[in-house]
């Protein structure tokens, strides 16, 4: 450290530096002022962006709700919606319900590229649950089983264990593997007592399979 004997020194010392660093220090404290202003402008923006998707999509269940006949119009709104609106919480919601209209429309590839954008984006385990069994049962449909059963291969089923396993009964039995098919019939048996006449009847109609095989 520097040693000044005078007042004076000390004061010369300091306007010297002041003259070499000043501009630097006054540019820092005016970044560094900016840096809060516009951290405050972004918290700004996205609660405005928040606001305008909330406000959107309540319009959007309000058509949705009100004209389910023609699902041309809450399609229209819902795309407006995922364009404007992205990184806010209602990108996956809007994402499910364009998948489901779309899907009655017969769009198949619409639907599909909607549950996949949730499969590639959502962090929400339900939402990742849901789309991925649809999207599931879309490919069931489509005789594509082996993207199926890639799909429905995921060791955490949570609480959509009978779904998955109800699906998987499905698939197998669509492949003639009765012996899986039955397995996978009686865990989603066991996963949702309220269904499982539902899925008894499966079981029963694969036990006659069976037989006559």
Do not use: C
């Not at 000043?22 to 700004?44: D, E, P, S, T």
């Not at 405005?48 to 041309?72: C, H, L, R």
């Amino acid at each position: 450290m520097l040693m000044y004997e005078t007042e004076e020194e000390q004061i010369e010392a300091l306007k010297k530096w002041w003259q070499a660093n000043g501009r630097a220090v006054i540019v820092g404290i005016i970044l560094g002022g900016g840096g809060v202003l516009a951290w405050h402008l972004w918290q700004q923006h996205k609660t405005e962006v928040a606001v305008e998707a909330s406000i959107k999509y309540q319009a959007m269940i309000a058509t949705m709700e009100a004209d389910n006949t023609d699902a041309n119009r809450t399609i229209q709104q819902g795309e407006k919606l995922l364009a404007s609106a992205t990184n806010t919480p209602y990108m996956e919601s809007t994402n499910l319900i364009l998948a489901k209209l779309k899907l009655q429309q017969e769009d198949i590839n619409g639907a599909k590229a909607h549950l996949q954008w949730i499969l590639d984006h959502s962090k929400t385990p339900e939402m990742l649950h849901i789309a991925r069994l649809r999207l599931a049962k879309i490919l069931f449909q489509e005789d594509e089983l082996d993207k199926a059963f890639v799909l429905l291969s995921v060791e955490d089923q949570g609480a959509f264990m009978a779904s998955y396993e109800e699906l998987l009964g499905d698939l197998y039995v669509a492949k003639q593997e009765f012996s899986k098919a039955r397995s996978a019939y009686q865990k989603a048996q066991l996963a949702n007592l309220q269904g499982s006449e539902f899925i008894q009847m499966k079981l029963d109609d694969l036990a006659e399979v069976t037989v006559n095989n």
